[in-house]
């Protein structure tokens, strides 16, 4: 469905209000439900209209978002249970996560780390663990290992530039 | 004096056969629910030609599924080398097979590879070792879709994180027999295991065999989900055992499993139910030591060899029910014959 205002864009906020049977709706793209004030501003009954919205919203911004890679949307996740690709994890994680943690808990990986991911992986936590230790050395002002940790950081960074 | 398991090993005696699989993604391509064919079979090139290649590229072979004969494809999954869905699915698909069939990567099941590692009796390390090994390989192919909080990712998420599933296949019939099934189930499920027939998922219990295999995935290393896995088995093992050995003496268990060896020996069509579960009690029996002419090998052989579609393969071509019968019969016959002469 294209918004009504600018005729261009997919409407994806859907507001339909029945006031004493005066049935009002509005379909619009984020933009102009923005200008519009639609989004939260506009709002005659304070923030009970915007708590009426909210569900609204994330439902049809939802369904309208698609994954750039695979195609896979939040309706087509939520239909079958599978994603689409590795990268609906991120994408759609509002709609996993929940899911992962009834399935799994608050498990995290600890197995197995293949060998090209697992060097980013592995980077990642070296990085971190000395931006670790430079803030302790700065923080007890041990300005020598401080440098020492920042030579290793900048090292690590030009390493992974290269890469 | 010596028993029953220190002639066939303690295990083998109820331990069919022991399997451990990895599902893997690569980056580059939509997980198998969004590919299009090219893609589908892009990934069936490029894995088949990493796995061809390695070894000296003696040791792997492609068994393309794509335009295949469905009883080919029937037949491969009663001998267990490929899943249900992968035989009745669509497009381009596959599975790379080792030389000895120990090794079987599916290709464009639920997850772009499933690498399985199988083996006879209890060997769990073995199959890990032989499936991280290929795992390796395939990474070659491209990058691995992972995550460190959840690690690999999978097309569902039910298999999140070492992608691993581990299980073994027990033949458990003095457990059935005495009605201890229900209880030694809601256990394993207590545990974390699931229990299913022969076959997998969704498929009913044929001849005392049971299927156990690990539900979580997510959170536990390899190592550990396979070290608890054994330590399970190794209770139901235990109590299977301390059954078949007040058996042994049992005039009526004796009784059924001559009864079970003289239908095999003589029957002239047999229905593979019919045949499933006499097999069972004969290899029940055997394990026992009470049939003395029969190993324990011919008879995880004849199990498979006598299901529908492998039955049919192995005569070359299509026979109808009645036929089917019939040359399950000659070849029971053929095994069983000599038992008891």
Redesign the interface.
């Known amino acids: 469905m294209k918004c009504q205002k600018c005729q261009q864009r997919e409407a994806t906020v859907h507001y339909k209000s029945n006031i004493n049977g005066a049935v009002t709706e509005a379909h619009l793209c984020p933009e102009c439900a923005g200008k519009s004030g639609y989004d939260t501003a506009f709002d005659p009954f304070g923030t009970m209209l915007s708590d009426f919205l909210r569900p609204w919203r994330s439902l049809s911004a939802g369904q309208s978002s698609e994954c750039p890679?695979?195609?896979?949307t939040e309706q087509s996740i939520a239909d079958?249970?599978?994603?689409?690709?590795?990268r609906c994890?991120?994408l759609f994680s509002d709609l996993?996560d929940p899911?992962?943690r009834r399935?799994?808990?608050r498990?995290?990986?600890?197995?197995?780390?293949?060998?090209?991911?697992?060097q980013e992986?592995r980077q990642?936590r070296e990085k971190e663990r000395l931006q670790r230790e430079l803030k302790e050395a700065v923080e007890q002002q041990r300005y020598e290992d401080a440098a020492k940790y920042r030579d290793q950081l900048n090292a690590l960074q030009e390493g992974g530039a290269d890469a | 004096m010596s028993t029953w398991y220190e002639k066939e090993g303690a295990k083998s005696g109820i331990v069919l056969s022991t399997r451990v699989r990895l599902a893997r993604n690569y980056t580059k391509y939509p997980f198998p629910n969004r590919m299009t064919d090219q893609q589908r079979q892009s990934l069936l090139d490029e894995t088949a030609a990493c796995m061809t290649a390695a070894a000296g590229g003696q040791e792997f072979t492609l068994r393309d599924l794509t335009k295949a004969d469905p009883a080919e494809a029937r037949s491969l999954m009663e001998q267990h080398l490929i899943s249900p869905e992968l035989a009745a699915g669509n497009g381009p698909r596959g599975v790379i097979l080792s030389r000895e069939e120990d090794l079987a990567v599916m290709v464009g099941e639920e997850d772009h590879l499933r690498i399985q590692a199988m083996g006879a009796g209890l060997c769990l390390d073995e199959c890990l070792k032989r499936a991280m090994q290929a795992d390796d390989l395939l990474e070659s192919v491209g990058s691995y879709a992972f995550s460190d909080r959840m690690g690999y990712l999978t097309q569902c998420p039910t298999n999140l994180g070492t992608g691993l599933r581990a299980s073994v296949m027990l033949h458990l019939p003095a457990l059935t027999a005495q009605g201890y099934m229900r209880g030694v189930i809601n256990a394993a499920g207590k545990m974390g295991f699931a229990v299913r027939g022969i076959y997998g998922e969704g498929s009913r219990f044929v001849g005392d065999l049971y299927q156990f295999s690990n539900q979580a995935t997510l959170g536990l290393s390899e190592e550990e989900i396979v070290r608890r896995l054994e330590k399970a088995v190794d209770g139901f093992l235990e109590k299977e055992e301390e059954l078949r050995a007040q058996l042994k003496n049992d005039d009526g268990f004796l009784d059924r499993v001559w009864r079970a060896a003289g239908l095999l020996a003589s029957a002239r069509s047999i229905s593979s139910e019919e045949a499933m579960s006499a097999l069972s009690l004969v290899r029940e029996g055997a394990a026992c030591g009470v049939l003395p002419n029969v190993t324990m090998s011919e008879l995880n052989r004849l199990l498979v060899a006598v299901q529908p579609a492998t039955l049919n393969l192995a005569e070359g071509g299509r026979l109808d029910e009645t036929q089917r019968d019939k040359k399950r019969a000659d070849l029971l016959r053929s095994v069983m014959g000599k038992v008891l002469r």
Not at chain 1, 69 to 72: I, S, V, Y
Not at chain 1, 80 to 86: P, V
């Open positions: 890679f695979c195609g896979a079958s249970g599978k994603a689409g690709c590795a994890y991120d996993f899911y992962i399935i799994h808990g498990a995290e990986h600890t197995g197995k780390i293949p060998a090209t991911a697992g992986l990642r």
